[in-house]
């Protein structure tokens, strides 16, 4: 089968690093047409908006895309267009999955949990001004219906995978209103999965917690910054942002990203890790079926991290961008050795 995919190569690393895992998917063997599409700088650069219509609709068509990372400059009116993307697709779901790789020293082993984020409201939804010269006013928006929805998808990925307990975390103790809202409707949501531990923690001591013994937890339920400190937070117990994927997912299409950012001060030096845009790239091929696929590019990366041969500089080592992309496909697995 041959799947049309949208492709935002991105800007800074993001041409580097989106070219990389699109070598890796490729040496898979699944056909993919890949779409290139502007967004970010590169957009404006070619007299567009930061967030063209035509890539949207690109999406829209294809229903999943991977993505590069796209700066956004501070401080000069431009509006975030990773916001503007997942606002405008509706992809509500923020799925990033936390796991430790052998082969990289952290300080605990066998870390395995996930951190669903609510992806299109709260202190994201932009929803600020000046009051009066030197007071600035921001809207937490949180509404029933996207804190439901995103419980709900968090309580169908575990069922389906095996997950035992849902975290949700929160702020209710200081925000009433709005956190309060939100553990409503995972209240509500949880009712009808008594066969999955539910539990609530604030947002201060989730985050010592994790630190002295991640373990303790199996899926993060929260709002959207809470999910976007969190998920950084938790990719430092297991080995950086280098090797943390992520996913957003709405209703009809998916978007597939690294955490990280652009790293303008490294672009164009073949230096970035494309490690975890790869293994988003892994994530996008199971989401559309290609299990085998994906579980190759996930050996092939676990094999090279073993070795400890090829590391970019992040993780200690001198390779470059093309060197560990090279090691990756070289020790991906064949494709009888991964069957079902």
Same mark, same amino acid.
């Given at each position: ?14 041409p580097?690093?989106?070219g ?17 599409c ?43 267009v ?9 992809t509500?779901?923020?799925?990033r ?13 066998d870390?395995?949990l ?24 921001? &809207?937490?928006? #949180?509404?029933?219906? $996207?804190?439901? %929805?995103?419980? =709900?998808?968090?309580? @169908?990925?575990?069922?389906w995978? !095996? ?25 509500e ?95 996008? &091929?199971?989401? #559309?079926?290609?299990? $085998?696929?994906? %579980?190759?590019? =996930?050996?092939?990366? @676990?094999?090279?991290?073993v070795? !400890?041969?090829v ?25 009888e050795?991964?069957?079902?």
């Amino acid at each position: 089968m041959k799947y049309t995919i949208t492709l935002l190569p991105g800007d800074g690393i993001g041409p580097e690093v989106s070219g990389a895992a699109v070598r890796i998917v490729e040496a898979t063997g699944v056909e993919i047409e890949w779409e290139c599409c502007l967004a970010g700088i590169d957009a404006v650069d070619a007299g567009m908006e930061t967030l063209p219509e035509s890539t949207l609709d690109s999406v829209r068509k294809n229903k999943v895309a991977l993505k590069g990372p796209i700066t956004t400059p501070v401080g000069k009116g431009f509006r975030s267009v990773n916001v503007g993307l997942r606002k405008a697709l509706e992809t509500y779901v923020s799925l990033r999955p936390v796991r430790s790789w052998k082969g990289l020293k952290t300080r605990h082993d066998d870390v395995d949990l996930v951190v669903f984020r609510e992806n299109t409201e709260g202190l994201y939804a932009g929803r600020e001004h000046e009051v009066v010269p030197g007071v600035v006013e921001a &809207l937490k928006i #949180i509404t029933a219906d $996207a804190s439901r %929805r995103i419980a =709900e998808y968090a309580f @169908e990925y575990a069922r389906w995978t !095996g997950r035992s307990k849902i975290t949700a975390v929160h702020k209710a103790s200081v925000m009433k209103l709005s956190d309060g809202l939100f553990l409503d409707m995972c209240r509500e949501v949880a009712r009808r999965y008594p066969f999955i531990t539910y539990e609530e923690q604030p947002i201060d001591k989730v985050a010592m917690q994790i630190v002295l013994d991640p373990h303790r937890f199996d899926v993060l339920l929260m709002e959207n910054l809470y999910g976007d400190i969190m998920s950084d937070l938790c990719s430092g117990l297991t080995g950086g942002l280098g090797v943390a994927p992520g996913a957003n997912i709405g209703d009809d299409c998916a978007v597939f990203e690294a955490v990280h950012g652009s790293a303008p001060d490294i672009a164009g030096q073949n230096k970035a890790n494309p490690i975890a845009l790869t293994i988003s790239a892994a994530m996008m &091929l199971r989401h #559309i079926g290609e299990r $085998a696929a994906a %579980r190759r590019i =996930e050996s092939g990366i @676990e094999r090279v991290l073993v070795a !400890g041969e090829v590391r970019t500089g992040d993780m200690g080592g001198r390779a470059s961008t093309t060197e560990i992309t090279d090691a990756i496909i070289a020790a991906m697995p064949s494709p009888e050795e991964v069957a079902e």
